[in-house]
């Protein structure tokens, strides 16, 4: 019996390549996640700093016009102070930038005069100048110092400047009027009363004297505070 199939070549079919399986597409750089994730927390920082940044400008701006705005209202408080000094003062004496003040000269003329005789018209000249004296106290009285220099960002202590020097003016006026009138009594009388009373009269002057200078310097450094600044001068220049 025959065996079928016997001696017959089968066909081997060709090896296949091995199949490949689907290869995934890299993910872009910036689209990752955790670059995201960073990206995300460094705009985050941006935003914060740029906030406070911004909020720093916004303050100091504001601060800076405060700032300007109140030396604007310092230097106004100042200058008009120093006009009702000017006015008031000239109107009884002399009034120089950088130098104390010369009040009621006449005064000390004629108590000077005293001391050797009865000089023309000394108690009618005497009188007046005390008259004149309480005008210009009650003028300087009246001014508001308090309120003008309230709440335009002066310190306490340069607030106290003003009050200070304001309080030296009126003290050498006051002076210097019952000077006035101690020169008026002592143009009256002969003898140890007259000395006694010139003698008065002329602590008087010194007394006032005293309280210019004090003036001066309390004047002087309320005017720096709002940034006015006198240069002193010397007499006669």
Do not use: C
């Not at 220099?149 to 050498?172: I, M, P, Y």
């Not at 101690?182 to 008087?204: F, K, P, S």
């Amino acid at each position: 019996m025959a065996i079928k199939g016997k001696g017959r070549t089968r066909t081997r079919q060709p090896v296949r390549a091995p199949r490949r399986g689907p290869v995934p597409v890299p993910v872009p750089f910036v689209r990752r996640r955790g670059v995201q994730v960073v990206a995300a927390f460094l705009a985050g920082l941006l935003v914060f700093w740029g906030g406070i940044w911004l909020t720093n400008g916004l303050r100091a701006q504001d601060t800076s016009e405060r700032d300007r705005e109140q030396e604007l209202l310092r230097r106004r408080a100042g200058a008009a102070w120093e006009n009702v000094i000017s006015t008031e003062v000239a109107a009884i004496g002399q009034v120089a930038e950088g130098q104390p003040p010369v009040i009621l000269p006449q005064v000390r003329d004629i108590i000077s005069g005293l001391a050797e005789g009865t000089p023309e018209n000394a108690v009618s000249t005497l009188e007046t100048a005390a008259k004149d004296a309480k005008e210009t106290m009650d003028a300087i009285e009246a001014y508001a110092l308090s309120s003008s220099v309230a709440n335009k960002g002066f310190e306490q202590g340069q607030v106290l400047r003003f009050l200070s020097a304001r309080d030296e003016l009126l003290t050498a006026i006051g002076l210097l009027r019952h000077a006035a009138l101690a020169g008026t009594l002592a143009a009256r009388l002969e003898g140890g009363d007259r000395r006694a009373a010139l003698a008065r009269a002329v602590a008087l002057l010194a007394d006032a004297d005293t309280a210019v200078l004090r003036f001066q310097t309390h004047q002087s450094e309320a005017l720096a505070a709002a940034g006015i600044v006198r240069q002193p001068t010397l007499p006669g220049a």
